[in-house]
């Protein structure tokens, strides 16, 4: 295996670029339209690998938020993110007009996710064939399309997706206004850092990397216009966040309060769930590593490097602090960057033979994780539809629903049951004093006595974790007491992950 002596050069950048061959005119044409044309093929495949298997994984407890939030009205929504998930405020409006025209099938759920990772994958092809050449851009798309982490948040339904997108848009839109610093080059930019700060905070990290992008273009152009474009336009792009960032700093606590402080030790599981797959994360560092084995378009590289590498770098740094944001999918943004300088380092290799085999073989090795993430449970272990299932074949109007809350309340077992349940089977929340509707959260209100809030109810439908034959297992003390004062189980069955219990009122 041997690099290139004529490696991919940025376009239009490199002087000693040898002569291209004049081509007849029609060939020239259809040259020149396969080259605008050229990020079709690896969108699609994004986005046919994001829709196949979407419907297999049930939601897990994220995406169950976003489905409460989103199928609440306009109004609820707003008073809900007076309280809770305010830096999700901008996706969850998204996706409450999308299901409000579309429906909440698993699909159709999750295919806004879809369509953002296919237009990830369309700005990582655009930024690869700015920085080096038409091939290079086709590699690095394919290469990002394969990516298992890719499919895997392109079937989420939550806003990783569109961060990937805003960002990597971001990227292209800052390369194209350092060619013309115009104002309307630069207001692209702006509204593209404006979407990624308001879908997710965390990513606006990937400034400090196009800030060092200008400085190093600024230092070979001493073009004073960079250094006052690219500050008003991120301030521009910033006047919408800041209001979210006020919100968001009084509800970090219930955000991101689970994350612990990362240490070196913290890399070994970072780069696997940033990627998707070990083996795959392994591949495309080491093709990384190779765009610095030849001459030209090593300035490139080590530009597309800064956007990949250097928000990790400084987001661990920051974790240190009070508050940890280290987290792999809170850094998926740096993905299309890395499948950028991951291609590459691939399309310098000799001869060419070698760029399809690696193609071939990071796709192979990305297989079994590709399989597993189209899985029933590769969101989540428990099985609410099995659960659903069992309630909607024994139900009778009037029945009760305890779903285990207490510790567990974060695991949303009572959406995760509801989202399953046909419209014609509604339950009676019994020890719910107010729900998460009510209460203008994701969370209900416990019922403080218990006993009194079962009232008449006549049948009682209980889910618990575990596969125990006891019905209570898990349950708050008062709630269990309770049951077991006026209920009797007659039915008792198991799920993947649950019990579903159904309790009848012992005669008087």
Same mark, same amino acid.
């Given at each position: 295996?041997?690099?290139?002596?004529?490696?991919?050069?940025?376009?239009?950048?490199?002087?000693?670029?040898?002569?291209?061959? /004049?081509? %007849?005119?029609? @060939?020239?044409?259809?040259?020149?339209?396969? *080259?605008?044309?050229?990020?079709?093929?690896?969108?699609?495949?994004?986005?046919?690998?994001?829709?196949?298997?979407?419907?297999?994984?049930?939601?897990?407890? @994220?995406?169950?938020?976003?489905?409460?939030?989103?199928?609440?009205? #306009?109004?609820?929504?707003?008073?809900?993110?007076?309280?809770?998930?305010?830096?999700?405020?901008?996706?969850?409006?998204?996706?409450?007009?999308?299901?409000?025209?579309?429906?909440?099938?698993?699909?159709?759920?999750?295919?806004?996710?879809?369509?953002?990772?296919?237009?990830?994958?369309?700005?990582?092809?655009?930024?690869?064939?700015?920085?080096?050449?038409?091939? #290079?851009?086709?590699?690095?798309?394919?290469?990002?399309?394969?990516?298992?982490?890719?499919?895997?948040?392109?079937?989420?339904?939550?806003?990783?997706?569109?961060?990937?997108?805003?960002?990597?848009?971001?990227?292209?839109?800052?390369?194209?206004?350092?060619?013309? %610093?115009?104002?309307?080059?630069?207001?692209?930019?702006?509204?593209?850092?404006?979407? &990624?700060?308001?879908?997710?905070?965390?990513?606006?990290?990937?400034?400090?990397?196009? &800030?060092?992008?200008?400085?190093?273009?600024?230092?070979?152009?001493?073009?004073? /216009?960079?250094?006052?474009?690219? %500050?008003?336009?991120?301030?521009?792009?910033?006047?919408?966040?800041?209001?979210?960032?006020?919100?968001?700093?009084?509800?970090?606590?219930?955000?991101?309060?689970?994350?612990?402080?990362?240490?070196?030790?913290?890399?070994?599981?970072?780069?696997?769930?940033?990627?998707?797959?070990?083996?795959?994360?392994?591949?495309?560092?080491?093709?990384? &590593?190779?765009?610095?084995?030849?001459?030209?378009? /090593?300035?490139?590289?080590?530009?597309?490097?800064?956007?990949?590498?250097?928000?990790?770098?400084?987001?661990?740094?920051?974790?240190?602090?009070?508050? &940890?944001?280290?987290?792999?999918?809170?850094?998926?943004?740096?993905?299309?960057?890395?499948?950028?300088?991951?291609?590459?380092?691939?399309?310098?290799?000799?001869?060419?033979?070698?760029?399809?085999?690696?193609?071939?073989?990071?796709?192979?090795?990305?297989? %079994?994780?590709?399989?597993?993430?189209?899985?029933?449970?590769?969101?989540?272990?428990?099985?609410?539809?099995?659960?659903?299932?069992?309630?909607?074949?024994?139900?009778?109007?009037?029945?009760?629903?305890?779903?285990?809350?207490?510790?567990?309340?974060?695991?949303?077992?009572?959406?995760?049951? @509801?989202?399953?349940?046909?419209?014609?089977?509604?339950?009676?929340?019994?020890?719910?004093?107010?729900?998460?509707?009510?209460?203008?959260?994701?969370?209900?209100?416990?019922?403080?006595?218990?006993?009194?809030?079962?009232?008449? *109810?006549?049948?009682?439908?209980?889910?618990?974790?575990?596969?125990?034959?006891?019905?209570?297992?898990?349950?708050?003390?008062?709630?269990?007491?309770?049951?077991?004062?006026?209920?009797?189980? #007659?039915?008792?069955?198991?799920?993947?992950?649950? *019990?579903?219990?159904?309790?009848?009122?012992?005669?008087?």
């Amino acid at each position: 295996m041997t690099l290139s002596a004529t490696a991919p050069v940025a376009e239009g950048l490199d002087a000693t670029a040898r002569p291209r061959r /004049r081509l %007849p005119a029609s @060939d020239s044409r259809t040259g020149s339209l396969l *080259t605008r044309t050229v990020w079709i093929w690896p969108a699609l495949l994004t986005l046919a690998l994001g829709i196949r298997g979407s419907w297999r994984p049930q939601l897990w407890r @994220d995406e169950l938020a976003t489905w409460s939030a989103a199928t609440r009205s #306009t109004g609820e929504l707003l008073d809900l993110l007076k309280h809770v998930d305010a830096v999700s405020g901008a996706y969850y409006l998204l996706m409450h007009g999308w299901t409000s025209i579309f429906g909440d099938s698993l699909t159709m759920f999750r295919l806004p996710s879809a369509l953002a990772v296919a237009g990830a994958a369309v700005f990582v092809v655009l930024t690869a064939r700015k920085l080096f050449d038409t091939r #290079t851009a086709l590699v690095s798309g394919l290469l990002f399309a394969v990516i298992p982490s890719v499919s895997r948040y392109a079937q989420e339904a939550r806003s990783y997706a569109f961060v990937m997108l805003a960002a990597s848009a971001a990227t292209w839109l800052l390369l194209r206004a350092l060619e013309r %610093p115009t104002v309307l080059r630069w207001l692209p930019y702006a509204l593209a850092v404006a979407v &990624a700060g308001l879908f997710h905070m965390v990513s606006l990290v990937f400034l400090c990397s196009h &800030a060092a992008i200008v400085v190093l273009r600024w230092w070979r152009s001493r073009d004073r /216009r960079l250094l006052f474009g690219y %500050p008003l336009a991120v301030a521009v792009g910033l006047l919408p966040v800041v209001p979210l960032v006020i919100l968001g700093q009084r509800q970090v606590g219930r955000q991101i309060s689970w994350l612990k402080t990362p240490n070196l030790h913290t890399f070994l599981d970072y780069w696997p769930g940033l990627f998707g797959s070990g083996l795959v994360g392994a591949c495309i560092l080491a093709l990384s &590593a190779v765009s610095a084995g030849w001459a030209r378009g /090593r300035r490139s590289a080590f530009e597309i490097g800064l956007v990949a590498a250097l928000p990790i770098g400084l987001t661990w740094i920051i974790s240190q602090g009070h508050t &940890a944001y280290f987290f792999d999918r809170y850094q998926l943004y740096t993905v299309p960057a890395w499948a950028v300088l991951a291609g590459a380092g691939l399309s310098s290799l000799r001869p060419r033979a070698l760029v399809a085999v690696g193609l071939a073989v990071v796709t192979l090795v990305g297989i %079994p994780d590709q399989q597993k993430l189209r899985t029933t449970t590769s969101h989540e272990t428990t099985n609410g539809r099995g659960a659903a299932k069992i309630i909607t074949a024994g139900y009778k109007p009037g029945d009760g629903f305890v779903p285990v809350r207490g510790e567990s309340a974060y695991m949303m077992l009572d959406f995760e049951v @509801d989202y399953y349940l046909p419209d014609d089977v509604k339950l009676k929340d019994v020890f719910a004093a107010k729900t998460s509707l009510q209460n203008e959260d994701l969370y209900t209100v416990p019922c403080k006595q218990p006993a009194e809030c079962l009232g008449n *109810t006549a049948r009682v439908w209980v889910v618990t974790f575990g596969d125990a034959d006891d019905p209570y297992q898990k349950l708050p003390k008062s709630e269990a007491d309770a049951l077991r004062a006026a209920y009797t189980p #007659t039915e008792v069955k198991h799920v993947r992950g649950l *019990t579903v219990s159904l309790l009848e009122r012992r005669s008087r």
